[in-house]
Every structure is written in C-alpha cells, then in structure tokens.
C-alpha cells in the first residue's frame, strides 16, 4: 500500500470544531517536516474561532487578538473549512471514517452546571454562558432575554467568567460602544438599570479562583466602584498558614488586592460591585409571579481535608441578599457527540492523552482524537490548550508511523465536498467567511469599532448573497 | 485548578489487590499493568491500604522468601485520599513533603481512581505553561 503522508497521497485528517484547541492541532499538523496532511475544519456556526469570537469577552481585545494566529494558519493550501456543518446532523463519524485518515474532536465545553437548590425555576436566573454568548452575538443566544429592570444582579462563582459578567453589567455606554459586543446587547447594556452587582464566592480570599489581572480591572472601571467587607477580606487562620507554607506570592497579590478593596472610601460612581466571600447560596427565593427577589446566603467557615484543601462548610448562619438577577458560573462540561465514547461523569471524551478510547475493550479506537476541553475538562486559559492539542497530535502522529489509522474508501477530497454540498448547500467557506469578516469590520468601523457582529445565521448568509 | 480536572485527563483504570494476596501477585500485577502502586481493597471494595514498588523492593532488602509474604504485610495501610474536589496545589506540597507518588481518589465514599505525582504534576505544569503561552503571544502580538 502506498504510504500516507506523501504528496501523492497526504494524510487526511478532520478536525470538528474551530476553537483555540482546533487550531493549535491543525498548526502543530502542518508544522511537520516531511508530512503532506490536508486538514478539513467542520464547524456548526458559520464562524470560526470558537469561544475567542463568543465567549472572551468584547472588551478584551487582547485576548481576542489570538485569531490573527488562526486565520494565518488557515491560509495554508492544504486547509478547507466547512462551517454551518454539524456533526450527527449533517454528517456523521462513519460517514468521516470513510474520508479521513483520522479525526479529531474540538469541540469544547458547551453546558453549565446547575447549583442544584431550591428555587433554580424562578424567572430571572441564568446560565452565565447563556449571557455571555448573547453579548458576544452567538447564533444561539441572540433570542435570549436578561431582565436589566432589575436593581440587583448577583454572579454565583467567581472564576474569570463570573468576573467578565460583573464588569460587562458594569460598562458605561461610553465603554460598550468600542466593543464588538453584538449590537443587541450594546443597547440592552446600555439601558441598564442595573445598579449592584455582587459576586458570591463559596470560600475566602486566598481560594478565589479569578486571576489578579481579572479583579485588578474590576476596580478600574469609569463608573462603577468595588468593595468587599473587611470582615470577609481577612485571612482565617487556615488560609493563613496555608500562604505562609506554600509562599505562594501570586496569592498573597491578590490577598492584598481583596484587603485594598476593602479599606477603599466609596467615591460615589453609579455602580457598585460586591465581591462576597464565604457564602453560599442555599435557596432562591421568588414573588408570588415566581419571579427571583433574593437569594438566601449560608455563611460558610473553612475547613481543611486530609489532602490539604481548605473547603467551605456551611455555618447556622444565613443571610438574605436582595436581587432579581442571578447568574450562575460554577463550572461547564463538555456535551457528548452522537457516536464518540463519553465519560459522562466528567463531561468529556473517554480518552488517554487525546486517543478516544472505546469503553468497552478499554483501548484506542483507530482514527480517532481530541484535544482541548472537551478533551481534558474545562481548565486553563487559551494557551493552555496548546501543549494539549500537541499531546493529541503527537499521538495522531505516533499512529501514522505504526500504520494504525483509517483506511477510507473515498480519501479525495472532492468527494468530502460533494457529500457537504449536498447535505448542507448553505456551508461556509474560509473565504465566505473572510467575506463575512470583512463586511463586520467595515460596518464596525464608521462607529470606532473593531467589528459589528452578525448574530443571525441567516443574516449571515444574506450578507454574503445567499 | 481541581483534581477532577485531572480525572477527567487519565484513564480510571483501578487496578486492585486484596490483602491476602501475595506480593508475588502484586508484582506480576504491577509488571502486567504498568503502574507503580497497587491499591489494597477488601471484600466489600473498601480501600484498605495502598502498595508500591518501593515498599516490595523494602521488603525484599529485608527477606528472602519476601515473594510468598502477604500483601496485607507490607502495604501502607495509613491512607490519604483525596476527592474530585480538593485543589492540586496543597496535593502537591503533601505529595512533595510526605515523599507519596500515588494517592487514591474517593468519591461519595467510593474509590474511583489513582492520581499520580506526574498526572499532578502535568496538571500543574501545563497550566502555567498555558499562561506563559497565552502571555508571549500577547507581547509578541504587541510588538508586532
């Protein structure tokens, strides 16, 4: 048999998904010397890029500046992109099994957890995600409803989502306008009457799971102030030594960030952002209408398990905090594909080090990967997923050497695209989609920003002339 | 960064011994699987300890016949788990301090998995080197 890798005949390899962890694959797949791969990228939104387009939040450009990396590397010749294609509605694993070599799942952590207590029904709570992927205009969200009516919001978690939700409640107009958050949540946000927003955090200061770049921005913002309650900025005696021992300098930062919050004198901004330590919601509770007013608070105290961590156990006493919004952000898990091995139990593809695993024989099944968080959890930050799809692709490689991979019976990549077209005639392009892209930054322009985003699936296809 | 994270990374392939096997048992097992330590568990699936290479090669400096000796013998029966739940960093310190390469994972009081120093350690590592590679493309992005 002829060797795959060649020109004559190049490694085929479909990755679902255009995330971080989609492309950092395909990179480190053309990167290697002496192997011709040809990377097809299906994607089920119409735009690439994941979760930098629709989760990092619009004001950090930055973050988002990532995708100049993406888009380089989809310059390459031997890469095609197949968006508003999706996995077990458009095509399905054996179909890919019969045209690529090996595939890769990247399809990241879509759903949250719940908090699983009383009240969870009432009108006015939300997933976070749910709010986030209405602000960065993803197709999914764009019907979603925030009722911005209310006075009080409070943010349940206080990992760096929570943290982008409480400053995104807190924006000026002046500040939303430079975004490329969608057009819709602009004006929403920018009518908001919102005024406090509380953040709600299981454990103390010193377990806090936001970066201190995160809460830094928090307490620069134009028209909304922070504070925390001296009382729960002070280290108990547990964290405290836990600090000392560990001479962790990054959390004694932000230890002093919190206690400097703390002893901050209220200037008199707008808004005002809560930070709250060692609470923990037990139940929301609603009006007559079901509607949330406010959210009872257990006051936790730490304690420390055998393995060294300081956990947050509820005291008998309880507090009643006054809100109408509530966003929970207390973690995500990946959604399993329809044929690929799941481990329901962590929200992720059965596998070891990116190779699924088929859960019966507990061994790799040929020709198929992942990478990123539907891989490994939901952990890291956007580089994280790097070093993680490189372990996946390093396996692919591994694989090609030994000569275990898929032997598909239609590897041409014509008839990939024939099978596309005729499953899903409305797919996207790389190059409707640099059609698309160029249409958002013009109309974003006029008015000072880096983009005005569709939100719309169809608005997307009339915009290219479909 | 929790030590579900790192569940969610490796395999949990439980491999088991129970007490009265012998430590000849355990280092067939221990070959045959390719791991480095063995937890001990009772009839009822009860972890009762935890064996490792390091404790067989202990023994076997100390007796001739040590392969015939009982697992119960020389297993460390003083466990520290840890659950889904619990941080990696202080997991780290007391792996570090207490000199432990294996610790066993308990949920909802059931033994569901074995973390190593090095799944911890790649946790750990990989998620600064994230940081690290999320910052360089920054600067590098600035200074373009």
């Not at chain 1, 399905?92 to 949250?112: C, F, K, N, W």
């Not at chain 1, 975004?179 to 005024?195: F, I, K, N, Y």
């Not at chain 1, 037990?282 to 055998?306: D, F, H, M, P, W």
């Not at chain 1, 409707?432 to 569709?454: M, P, T, V, Y």
Request: proline share 5%.
């Amino acid at each position: 048999m002829q060797s795959v890798g060649t020109d004559a005949n190049p490694l085929r390899v479909a990755i679902i998904g255009s995330g971080p962890a989609a492309f950092y694959a395909a990179s480190h797949l053309f990167k290697q010397e002496g192997l011709q791969a040809e990377l097809d990228m299906f994607e089920r939104l119409p735009t690439p890029y994941g979760l930098v387009r629709a989760g990092v939040a619009p004001d950090h450009y930055k973050i988002k500046s990532v995708t100049r990396v993406f888009s380089k590397i989809a310059s390459h010749p031997r890469f095609r992109f197949y968006g508003s294609v999706e996995l077990g509605k458009h095509i399905s694993v054996p179909d890919l099994r019969e045209h690529y070599h090996q595939i890769l799942y990247a399809t990241g952590a879509q759903t949250d957890r719940q908090m699983g207590i009383p009240g969870e029904e009432l009108t006015g709570i939300h997933p976070a995600t749910e709010f986030v992927g209405w602000y960065n205009g993803h197709p999914d969200y764009g019907d979603c409803t925030f009722d911005l009516s209310q006075r009080s919001a409070a943010i349940v978690g206080v990992g760096n989502v929570a943290i982008d939700v409480a400053r995104i409640l807190c924006l000026t107009p002046d500040e939303l306008a430079v975004t490329d958050m969608a057009g819709h949540a602009r004006e929403a946000l920018s009518q908001s009457s919102v005024q406090e927003v509380h953040l709600l955090a299981r454990r103390g200061p010193a377990q806090a799971a936001f970066t201190n770049p995160e809460i830094k921005e928090l307490g620069n913002l134009a028209d909304a102030e922070i504070s925390v309650l001296p009382e729960e900025a002070q280290l108990d005696d547990l964290s405290r030594a836990a600090l000392t021992a560990e001479d962790d300098q990054t959390t004694q930062r932000k230890v002093a960030i919190l206690q400097g919050y703390a002893s901050r004198k209220r200037v008199g901004k707008r808004r005002q952002i809560y930070v709250r330590f060692l609470v923990s919601p037990i139940e929301l509770v609603g009006s007559a209408a079901g509607q949330l007013v406010s959210v009872r608070l257990a006051k936790n105290e730490l304690y420390q398990t055998e393995a060294g961590t300081l956990r947050p156990k509820a005291t008998d006493r309880v507090e009643e905090l006054s809100a109408g919004l509530l966003f929970r952000s207390v973690g995500y898990r990946g959604e399993a594909l329809p044929g690929v091995p799941f481990n329901d139990r962590w929200g992720v593809i059965l596998n070891e080090a990116g190779r699924v695993i088929d859960p019966v024989t507990q061994q790799p099944v040929v020709g198929e990967y992942c990478s990123g968080w539907i891989k490994r959890g939901p952990s890291g930050v956007i580089g994280t997923n790097k070093a993680d799809s490189v372990e996946s692709v390093n396996c692919m490689l591994e694989d090609l050497d030994s000569g275990s991979i898929l032997r598909p019976s239609e590897p041409e990549p014509s008839k990939m695209e024939g099978l596309v077209r005729e499953r899903q005639p409305n797919y996207f392009s790389w190059a409707n989609w640099q059609h698309l892209d160029e249409i958002e930054r013009r109309n974003g322009e006029a008015d000072g920003r880096s983009r005005e985003k569709f939100t719309r699936v169809k608005d997307m296809r009339a915009a290219i002339g479909r | 960064m929790k030590i579900e994270s790192i569940l969610a990374t490796i395999t949990l392939r439980l491999i088991t011994i129970r007490p009265d096997q012998s430590l000849q048992d355990a280092v067939d097992l221990l070959a045959e699987q390719n791991v480095g330590a063995l937890i001990v568990v009772g009839e009822s699936g009860r972890p009762l300890g935890i064996i490792s290479e390091r404790d067989i090669v202990r023994e076997a400096s100390r007796s001739e016949d040590f392969l015939a000796q009982p697992v119960s013998r020389v297993m460390t029966s003083d466990l520290i788990t840890v659950s889904p739940e619990d941080d990696v960093e202080p997991v780290i310190q007391i792996m570090m301090t207490r000199h432990i390469r294996h610790l066993p994972v308990i949920d909802q009081q059931r033994l569901i998995g074995v973390v190593s120093i090095r799944d911890v350690l790649k946790a750990h590592v990989s998620n600064i080197q994230g940081e690290v590679d999320t910052l360089q493309a920054q600067i590098m992005e600035e200074q373009l």
